[in-house]
C-alpha cells in the first residue's frame, strides 16, 4: 500500500464564472475566460450559479460541476513560460475554484472537500483540449499539462450551498487513501494502468462513472 498523501492548510482564494463568449482568433464558442465574483457564490449540484458552458458535451454534468486548480502552480507555469507570466493568476485556466493549499500529490481520488457548508468530492482530473492554447495564444500548452500533470481536479457536488473566498477548505473524508490523485492523472493521459489498477478503477468509490466505465472496458477487451 503506497503511504497516505498528508493534506495541508487550504483555503478557497476566489470563485470564477464564465459566459459563453469568442475564444482566440478562430472566436472559438467558449466560456473559458471567468471572472471572480465579488461575494459569495451558490453551488448546486450542477456548478456554480452563473458559470456557463459552451460545450455540455464535454464540459458539465455531475462528474464536471466545479473545476478547482491549485494557485500555487502558477508560479511553475510563470517559470516556465516567462513570456506569458503576466496572465497567470487564478481563473485563468478557466478555474471555478482556485485553491491555495493542496496539489495533486496531495489529493486522493474520492476525496471528499468541505468548504464550510459544501462538500465537494474529487472524481477526474482535467484533459486539456485546444482551447487551453487559443486562451494563452501557445500551442504548446496543453500537451505540457498532460507531460507534468499539473491538471487540477473536477468536483462532484455532494452537499450544495454558498462558499466565500477565503473559506477553509478541510480533507472531511479519504476513501482511497491509498490511490494518489497524481496516479490517475498518469493513467488518464498515458494509460499505464496495471490490470489490479483497472479492477479497482472499475469500481473505486468517487471515481467519475466515465472512468469507471472504462475502466471496465479495459478489462473486458
Given at each position: 500500500m503506497s503511504p497516505q498523501p498528508s493534506f495541508p492548510e487550504a483555503r478557497l482564494v476566489s470563485v470564477h464564472?464564465g459566459r459563453i463568449g469568442a475564444l482566440g482568433a478562430e472566436r472559438e464558442p467558449s466560456a473559458f475566460v471567468?471572472?471572480?465574483?465579488?461575494?459569495?457564490?451558490?453551488?448546486?449540484?450542477?456548478?456554480?450559479?452563473?458559470?456557463?458552458?459552451?460545450?455540455?458535451?464535454?464540459?458539465?454534468?455531475?462528474?464536471?460541476?466545479?473545476?478547482?486548480?491549485?494557485?500555487?502552480?502558477?508560479?511553475?507555469?510563470?517559470?516556465?513560460?516567462?513570456?506569458?507570466?503576466?496572465?497567470?493568476?487564478?481563473?485563468?485556466?478557466?478555474?471555478?475554484?482556485?485553491?491555495?493549499?493542496?496539489?495533486?500529490?496531495?489529493?486522493?481520488?474520492?476525496?471528499?472537500?468541505?468548504?464550510?457548508?459544501?462538500?465537494?468530492?474529487?472524481?477526474?482530473?482535467?484533459?486539456?483540449?485546444?482551447?487551453?492554447?487559443?486562451?494563452?495564444?501557445?500551442?504548446?500548452?496543453?500537451?505540457?499539462?498532460?507531460?507534468?500533470?499539473?491538471?487540477?481536479?473536477?468536483?462532484?457536488?455532494?452537499?450544495?450551498?454558498?462558499?466565500?473566498?477565503?473559506?477553509?477548505?478541510?480533507?472531511?473524508?479519504?476513501?482511497?487513501?491509498?490511490?494518489?490523485?497524481?496516479?490517475?492523472?498518469?493513467?488518464?493521459?498515458?494509460?499505464?494502468?496495471?490490470?489490479?489498477?483497472?479492477r479497482r478503477l472499475a469500481t473505486m468509490e468517487g471515481l467519475a462513472e466515465k472512468l469507471r466505465r472504462k475502466?471496465?472496458?479495459?478489462?473486458?477487451?
Amino acid at each position: 500500500m503506497s503511504p497516505q498523501p498528508s493534506f495541508p492548510e487550504a483555503r478557497l482564494v476566489s470563485v470564477h464564472v464564465g459566459r459563453i463568449g469568442a475564444l482566440g482568433a478562430e472566436r472559438e464558442p467558449s466560456a473559458f475566460v471567468k471572472g471572480a465574483l465579488a461575494g459569495p457564490a451558490e453551488i448546486t449540484e450542477l456548478g456554480v450559479v452563473g458559470d456557463a458552458q459552451a460545450d455540455r458535451s464535454v464540459h458539465g454534468g455531475p462528474d464536471m460541476a466545479v473545476y478547482a486548480y491549485p494557485f500555487r502552480h502558477y508560479a511553475a507555469w510563470s517559470a516556465d513560460y516567462p513570456e506569458l507570466a503576466g496572465k497567470f493568476a487564478a481563473g485563468a485556466f478557466g478555474e471555478n475554484l482556485a485553491i491555495d493549499g493542496p496539489v495533486e500529490a496531495d489529493v486522493c481520488v474520492g476525496d471528499i472537500h468541505a468548504f464550510g457548508e459544501v462538500r465537494l468530492q474529487v472524481c477526474q482530473p482535467r484533459q486539456p483540449c485546444f482551447k487551453l492554447a487559443l486562451r494563452f495564444e501557445a500551442p504548446k500548452l496543453p500537451k505540457a499539462m498532460v507531460q507534468n500533470g499539473r491538471s487540477g481536479w473536477y468536483y462532484r457536488v455532494l452537499t450544495p450551498g454558498r462558499m466565500e473566498p477565503g473559506v477553509a477548505m478541510s480533507l472531511e473524508a479519504r476513501p482511497n487513501p491509498d490511490f494518489a490523485f497524481a496516479r490517475l492523472i498518469e493513467i488518464v493521459n498515458h494509460g499505464s494502468a496495471s490490470e489490479s489498477e483497472l479492477r479497482r478503477l472499475a469500481t473505486m468509490e468517487g471515481l467519475a462513472e466515465k472512468l469507471r466505465r472504462k475502466a471496465a472496458e479495459s478489462l473486458a477487451g
